[in-house]
């Protein structure tokens, strides 16, 4: 099985700043990685699909880059309401893996 | 407005069953595949199973293969997921999941492309527990 890893695992920034998470995937995945953000007591939600794709509904501030085994996850201006864990989820193959998330505080 | 609520969780001893339901509302369900995430309490997702549109393809993971059973019903717009044998490490959260994408078979590589989970349900937990 293709295997994802995430970093950082968590991370604590201001209002406003600038926050990149990257996830790894075990082998080229292509462009089949999408990105969801779960708030605590909630379900996921789909953010950003075939790595850069917004989908539909969801601020610009969010972006995805990247392609292979390497991806890049920005939040250009941190929120408060971006208080969230965040997956990576490839679906190159079976079985569709997400990552182990990377959960975002405010500082 | 797209709308998935599932029900049927609640707790059941191991080697139990349960089967948990989803019903969907506000677009054309027989039109889409569907899925099953589980949430483990503190931990993150997990794919359990996903079905196409017709029920033709259907798809799970390593760890519940042989124990559950996914299906659908288009008439009732609904998706189930039948659940056997079950085991402590079953206990989870269970959504249902859109798939935006249809899955599809790439002839070349022989993979099989499954997930872009685009609307989800609040889920219900499932506990395993003597």
């Known amino acids: 099985d293709i295997q994802m890893t995430q970093s950082p695992s968590s991370l604590s920034a201001s209002v406003g700043d600038r926050v990149t998470i990257t996830c790894q995937a075990s082998q080229d995945i292509s462009n089949y990685l999408n990105w969801y953000q779960q708030k605590p007591g909630k379900a996921p939600k789909l953010l950003i699909y075939d790595a850069s794709n917004l989908e539909t509904g969801v601020p610009s501030r969010f972006s995805g880059s990247g392609s292979g085994t390497d991806f890049t996850f920005t939040i250009s201006s941190l929120q408060p309401e971006d208080i969230a864990t965040y997956y990576c989820?490839?679906?190159?193959?079976?079985?569709?893996?997400f990552g182990p998330g990377t959960k975002v505080d405010i500082k | 407005e797209v709308q998935l609520v599932e029900s049927g969780g609640g707790l059941v001893k191991p080697g139990g069953s349960l089967r948990l339901s989803c019903a969907a509302s506000?677009?054309?369900?027989?039109?889409?595949?569907m899925n099953w995430v589980r949430q483990a309490p503190g931990k993150g997702l997990e794919w359990v199973s996903s079905?196409?549109?017709?029920?033709?393809?259907?798809y799970y993971a390593d760890s519940v293969k042989g124990r559950f059973t996914i299906s659908r019903d288009n008439a009732k717009n609904s998706l189930y997921l039948q659940m056997n044998s079950l085991r402590a490490e079953d206990t989870a959260v269970y959504y249902c999941?859109?798939?935006?994408?249809?899955?599809?078979?790439?002839?070349?590589?022989?993979?099989?492309?499954?997930?872009?989970?685009?609307?989800w349900g609040q889920g219900t937990l499932v506990t395993v527990s003597s």
């Open positions: 989820q490839q679906y190159d193959n079976l079985p569709p893996l």
């Open positions: 079905i196409s549109s017709s029920s033709s393809y259907i």
């Open positions: 506000g677009f054309t369900f027989s039109s889409y595949s």
């Open positions: 999941a859109r798939d935006s994408q249809a899955a599809y078979y790439d002839i070349l590589t022989g993979y099989v492309h499954v997930g872009v989970f685009d609307y």
